[in-house]
């Protein structure tokens, strides 16, 4: 009796399905569920720091749209010549449901909200980015699942076991549509799967902060901080394995200076920040107020 194994990883045979003429994109669906399971563990951990919930809804309100624009005007920025230039659409620029969010601008765009919002209610920041660090560590990786219904951000090719095969998408009218068509069965090319070697990296990252965050009280933003160093470590070693088109300076790819920067950046900002946790009094005085009070 023979048996078969199935030696690559196969991609998906379409990342669009269609209701009627209503595009339904896998890529959109994997942000919005990384976004309800980054909400939900937020909500839980900041409760338990001492904060108001009502404070991560208000936060939810500025956080998603300046993520998304944030993270679309990083991507446009760092691969401006897939917009811009003979042969290319600029409005396309704006069609976030078709992949491109940079994760470095999504967060950047994401705290300077953040951080506006807790000015005016007079809020310390810290906690809540302690609180919201491992549902977004965690939200990455879901979203990573998104590139792969996208056949994008791969790695070079390779014969490993678990390569990912890449298959000849066409759409309706035979043409090649890598992102909306669906598989032909052609594979044309076996890559490494660095969506996968990341999304791996993140939910391990994921389990990290959480041990480390109980083991040793971190507080004062220094949870967050090690996630900014931790994803930074583990997205710089994945941007040396992908070979897909990349804007360079001096001969290595624009996210992987931006990683090294920003690691280098989180791990100082981490030993500079205060040692211990606040105080639930601390986080939220005038709720806490209200609480006894009541």
Same mark, same amino acid.
């Given at each position: 009796?023979?048996?078969?194994?199935?030696?690559?990883?196969?991609? %998906?045979?379409?990342?669009?399905?269609?209701l009627?003429?209503?595009?339904?994109? +896998?890529y959109?669906l994997?942000?919005? +569920?990384? &976004?309800?399971? #980054?909400?939900? &563990?937020?909500?839980?951990?900041?409760? /338990?720091?001492?904060?108001?919930?009502?404070?991560?809804?208000?936060?939810?309100?500025v *956080?998603?749209?300046?993520?998304?624009?944030?993270?679309?005007?990083?991507?446009?920025?760092?691969?401006?010549?897939?917009?811009?230039?003979?042969?290319?659409?600029?409005?396309?620029?704006?069609?976030?449901? /078709?992949g491109?969010?940079?994760?470095?601008?999504? !967060? #950047?765009?994401?705290?300077?909200?953040?951080?506006?919002?807790?000015?005016?209610?007079?809020?310390?920041?810290? %906690?809540?980015?302690?609180s919201?660090?491992?549902?977004?560590?965690?939200?990455?990786? &879901?979203?990573?699942?998104?590139?792969?219904?996208?056949?994008?951000?791969?790695?070079?090719?390779?014969?490993?076991?678990? /390569?990912?095969?890449?298959?000849?998408?066409?759409?309706?009218?035979?043409?090649y549509?890598?992102?909306?068509?669906?598989?032909?069965?052609?594979?044309? +090319?076996? !890559?490494?799967?660095?969506?996968?070697?990341?999304?791996?990296?993140?939910?391990?990252?994921?389990?990290?902060?959480?041990? #480390?965050?109980?083991?040793?009280?971190?507080?004062?933003?220094?949870?967050?901080?090690?996630?900014?160093?931790?994803?930074?470590?583990?997205?710089?070693?994945?941007?040396?394995?992908?070979? @897909?088109?990349?804007?360079?300076?001096?001969?290595?790819? !624009?996210?992987?200076? *931006?990683?090294?920067? $920003?690691?280098? $950046?989180? !791990?100082? *900002?981490?030993?500079?920040?205060?040692?211990?946790?606040?105080t639930?009094?601390?986080? @939220?005085?005038?709720?806490?107020?209200?609480?006894?009070?009541?």
């Amino acid at each position: 009796m023979e048996t078969t194994i199935l030696a690559n990883i196969p991609s %998906p045979p379409q990342g669009v399905w269609y209701l009627g003429r209503l595009p339904i994109r +896998a890529y959109a669906l994997c942000i919005i +569920a990384g &976004i309800i399971v #980054a909400l939900w &563990i937020t909500l839980r951990r900041y409760k /338990a720091r001492g904060g108001n919930p009502d404070v991560v809804w208000d936060a939810v309100i500025v *956080v998603i749209p300046a993520g998304i624009v944030g993270g679309r005007l990083y991507h446009v920025i760092t691969d401006w010549d897939k917009y811009f230039g003979p042969g290319r659409d600029p409005w396309q620029a704006f069609n976030v449901t /078709a992949g491109g969010l940079g994760i470095w601008g999504a !967060v #950047a765009a994401g705290v300077l909200g953040v951080w506006a919002l807790f000015r005016v209610k007079k809020l310390p920041l810290g %906690p809540f980015l302690d609180s919201a660090a491992p549902g977004v560590i965690l939200a990455q990786a &879901i979203g990573r699942l998104g590139n792969w219904f996208n056949q994008e951000l791969y790695g070079r090719p390779t014969d490993v076991p678990w /390569a990912l095969d890449i298959y000849y998408r066409v759409g309706p009218d035979g043409s090649y549509a890598p992102l909306t068509g669906r598989s032909t069965g052609e594979v044309i +090319a076996s !890559v490494h799967p660095t969506f996968l070697y990341e999304m791996l990296w993140n939910i391990l990252l994921f389990c990290f902060l959480l041990w #480390a965050d109980r083991r040793f009280r971190l507080g004062h933003g220094r949870v967050f901080a090690l996630y900014v160093a931790g994803y930074s470590l583990g997205r710089s070693c994945v941007e040396l394995m992908r070979a @897909d088109e990349a804007n360079m300076i001096l001969g290595l790819r !624009v996210n992987t200076w *931006v990683s090294a920067i $920003v690691l280098i $950046v989180a !791990v100082i *900002v981490f030993f500079r920040l205060r040692k211990g946790r606040e105080t639930p009094e601390e986080v @939220d005085p005038t709720y806490h107020r209200e609480r006894a009070e009541a």
